[in-house]
């Protein structure tokens, strides 16, 4: 099992910025991807940003051109920065590592607030 610790997110005003870290227990070097997702109040779970062990990101529609996710190998870390935010962008923000290969095991992290007031 792998654990992931998260830290960032906050209060912020519309069109600031914030950036989230997460940190797993080991090497993410052989993880098939590690991401961000986000749940609002009273809506699913969504994708955020994923970013696979080729360096390939994918982002939700939402986000793209204001997010930025990147992971730093010796560190064990992935973060997401997140520009221009929105109160729409309000929710909790997960981390997600799969790994495993075709197995696809997933881990999650706490989930940090971020609250983008108006």
């Known amino acids: 099992q792998v654990q992931l610790v998260e830290s960032g997110g906050g209060l912020v005003q519309a069109g600031g910025s914030l950036r989230l870290s997460c940190a797993a227990s080991?090497?993410?070097?052989?993880?098939?991807?590690m991401g961000w997702y986000r749940q609002a109040p009273g809506k699913q779970r969504e994708l955020v940003a994923t970013?696979?062990?080729?360096?390939?990101?994918n982002y939700a529609d939402s986000v793209k051109g204001r997010f930025t996710i990147s992971r730093d190998n010796a560190e064990n870390t992935v973060d997401l920065e997140m520009n221009s935010l929105k109160p729409e962008d309000t929710a909790v923000y997960y981390c997600?590592?799969?790994?495993?290969?075709?197995?696809?095991?997933?881990?999650w992290g706490q989930g940090p607030q971020v609250t983008v007031s108006s």
């Open positions: 080991r090497s993410i070097i052989s993880f098939n991807w």
């Open positions: 997600n590592a799969r790994y495993g290969g075709n197995i696809g095991y997933d881990s």
């Open positions: 970013l696979d062990s080729g360096g390939t990101a």
